[in-house]
């Protein structure tokens, strides 16, 4: 006979715990009842648990606040089965995303945690809350008939890229009674990540990115006819410095403020220009910066085509909301990779630039950014320039590196805060000359934390005096370490950006990705004259396909020592990381292009060592991967060299050569002997 299904006893579960929220005196809302207009609109906007448009509603939902004044919204969702309190994935994860980067559906409506979890997620991509607490709470009735329940307690925030993190164990809900919270949100404090985790959960949520970017644009280019390439670029800028805000001083701006009117001065346009300007005149930005950034947005966003109403709608709003939807979430929890590279190689890469100085522009992926941030010896006290700045990706992962390195060694609070800012305002510094891609280098900044004060769009070779470009503009920009990958149909394939910014600084280490037929001739009246003042310290030969998708040279990173000349006894590092422990495919639909398949993050961490410690560094690699030779400072083409083939025979090769023809001669006579049997057997 089948097994009756068990009953739910969710209404007994709801009863149970609400009734301890009203005993607790709390003021608590059910699924229909409104909360506070900005969260009730953000569950309402947010797909819903079946995939639907919107409608979420948690069984309860409370707005409690600490005793800094933070609010917190509490989001409880109840089941009524045994085993239905979470679903986690294989890293003990909450999973509500499939392995194609996909909600899951199925777990977030049959799991109470992840149901919650979900509710969550909706408040942070689509309100000014960054930090919430997730409950879900599931039970059932044993033999005699008593309930038996489970309580999950989850904080979901910026912090932990909205995943969320388990807080404890908790048997009823009194944790949230006034009395006890403030020490609730102690503890939730105390949670953080390993930075294990958090790579894991940065690769995953830019996974997410790369697919939604391509559906994005997908969209775009299918449904909305009549806006150009740079139109989208602008669009996407646009709506994501609208949402942004500035807390207490810029609210951020909601998809509902847009009305679709066709009065003069109030159109979408209008009205997203307005809050642009309001987010740039609070950003501390030379007026010069500002009213580029809005003549460029201003262009794209007051064009009558894009405001016209058709069906109460224009085409501004509809695209506005698509953006929002799709990309909100990623600049909202504050991802430290380049969000705008990865915009701007999708937007970009996806429609086949024709121009070719703009297929010039080549981006470096994140983990190459870091690898050069790291060979340049970034610290918390460098001064970090770029001449061919794309859309900051470098500038972006030497910002890391340096605010992450603050932290790890200023212990004082007040003391950190007054280096971060200097860091962002004062230690980093780009050069771009394409304006459309300039913009997006600002935008980058901004998003990452605003390090987009001295970005500046000039041409570095023709026009930079190696000043500051804001704040201390009569001063000398004390650069200290270089970083590029430049556009290589530039003189010498971008050897000219190098030797200029080499020459302006008085100190430090650069790491430039180049295409290495610059060291092997191709540049050589820039490579003899750097070598008159500059050290090379090591040439390294990346893989081929590195810019898969783009383009597939091949490059090398050439590290330098700053202002020391190099003499013909200087020994150089010649390192082959052709097998850099990544695959790479080039896949449309794959869900991740870059799969660590051979111990990546070692080799990376091996390769910075060994450049800057030598062989002894030696574990993964070996003697055929890694070699020291000198090189001739007036050739300017023998960077590229390999480490050396032993062609000298030894003994054992000599006794295997004596052995092979002995055995051959063997076979040779033995075949004769066969013949001349069977000719005499005939």
């Known amino acids: 006979m089948k097994e009756k299904t068990p009953q739910s006893i969710e209404p007994n579960i709801a009863d149970l715990a609400n009734g301890w929220l009203k005993s607790h005196k709390l003021d608590y809302k059910l699924e229909q009842a409104s909360l506070n207009s900005e969260i009730d609109k953000a569950l309402d906007d947010y797909f819903s648990k079946n995939g639907g448009a919107g409608g979420n509603r948690p069984d309860a939902k409370l707005l409690l606040q600490d005793k800094s004044l933070d ?32 909600p899951h559906f199925k777990n977030i409506n049959s799991y109470a945690v992840n149901g919650a979890v979900h509710y969550a997620n909706a408040v942070l991509h689509h309100t000014s809350f960054t930090d919430i607490i997730a409950i879900g709470m599931t039970g059932y009735k044993d033999e005699s008939g008593n309930i038996q329940y489970q309580i999950g307690v ?89 949402t942004l805000g500035i807390p207490a001083k810029v609210s951020p701006f909601e998809k509902s403020d847009l009305k679709s009117s066709t009065e003069k001065g109030n159109t979408d346009g209008d009205i997203i220009v307005r809050k642009i300007k309001a987010f740039l005149s609070e950003k501390e930005l030379p007026t010069e910066k500002k ?9 794209t966003l007051t064009t009558e085509n894009i405001n016209k109403v058709e069906n109460g709608e224009s085409q501004l709003k509809r695209v506005f909301t698509k953006i929002v939807d799709d990309l909100g979430i990623y600049y909202k929890i504050g991802l430290t990779t380049d969000f705008t590279g990865k915009l701007f190689n999708e937007m970009y890469g996806w429609l086949g630039f024709s121009q070719d100085k703009l297929n010039d522009v080549v981006l470096t992926p994140s983990y190459v950014a870091n690898l050069l941030v790291k060979l340049a010896r970034v610290n918390k006290d460098s001064y970090v320039w770029d001449f061919a700045t794309g859309s900051a990706g ?18 004082s609070p007040e003391e950190l805060t007054q280096k971060e800012i200097k860091i962002k305002a004062e230690q980093l510094l780009g050069l771009e000359l394409l304006s459309s891609v300039y913009m997006l280098a600002i935008l980058n900044m901004i998003l990452m934390g605003d390090g987009s004060s001295n970005i500046i769009n000039k041409d570095s070779i023709k026009d930079f005096d190696g000043n500051y470009g804001f704040g ?70 990346m893989p081929v396909d590195i810019f898969i998708g783009k383009s597939s040279v091949q490059t090398n990173i050439y590290v330098f020592k700053v202002n020391e000349k190099h003499h013909k006894d200087d020994m150089v590092k010649f390192i082959d990381f052709s097998e850099d422990g990544y695959t790479r495919t080039s896949r449309k639909k794959s869900s991740n292009n870059l799969k660590d398949t051979n111990q990546a993050k070692e080799r990376y961490e091996e390769l910075v060592n060994l450049v800057r410690f030598g062989k002894s560094k030696l574990a993964i690699f070996t003697e055929n991967e890694y070699h020291e030779n000198t090189i001739d400072p007036k050739n300017g083409a023998d960077w590229n060299q390999t480490a050396p083939i032993d062609t000298k025979p030894t003994l054992q090769d000599f006794k295997k050569t004596v052995s092979d023809y002995l055995a051959w001669e063997v076979t040779c006579i033995l075949k004769q002997q066969n013949a001349a049997d069977e000719s005499l057997g005939k």
């Open 472 to 541: 201390k503009t009569d001063s000398k920009f004390p650069a200290d370490a270089f970083v590029l990958n430049p556009p290589y149909s530039a003189n010498g394939n971008g050897m000219n950006f190098v030797e200029k910014a080499l020459n302006m600084m008085n100190k430090g280490y650069a790491a430039i990705i180049i295409q290495n037929s610059a060291g092997s001739g191709k540049a050589k009246e820039y490579t003899t004259k750097i070598l008159e003042k500059h050290t090379l310290l090591a040439s390294i030969k």
């Open 71 to 102: 609010f917190y919204p509490i989001l409880i969702e109840y089941k009524g089965y045994k085993d239905k309190l979470v679903k986690l994935d294989g890293d003990g994860q909450v999973e509500n995303r499939t392995a194609k980067n996909e």
């Open 291 to 299: 009213n580029l950034i809005l003549r460029t947005l201003e262009n």
């Open 154 to 242: 989850y904080y979901v925030s910026k912090s932990n890229f909205g995943v969320g993190q388990k807080v404890g164990e908790y048997s009823d809900f009194s944790f949230l009674k006034k009395e006890n919270f403030d020490k609730f949100i102690e503890q939730v404090k105390t949670l953080s990540l390993t930075p294990d985790e958090i790579d894991k959960l940065k690769e995953q949520r830019e996974r997410e990115i790369d697919i939604s970017l391509v559906k994005l644009n997908n969209d775009i280019y299918q449904n909305e006819k009549g806006l150009g390439e740079n139109d989208r670029v602008y669009l996407v800028a646009a709506a994501i410095i609208a």
């Open 394 to 411: 470098l500038l972006v992962a030497a910002m890391n590196e340096m605010l992450n390195d603050a932290k790890n060694n200023i212990t």
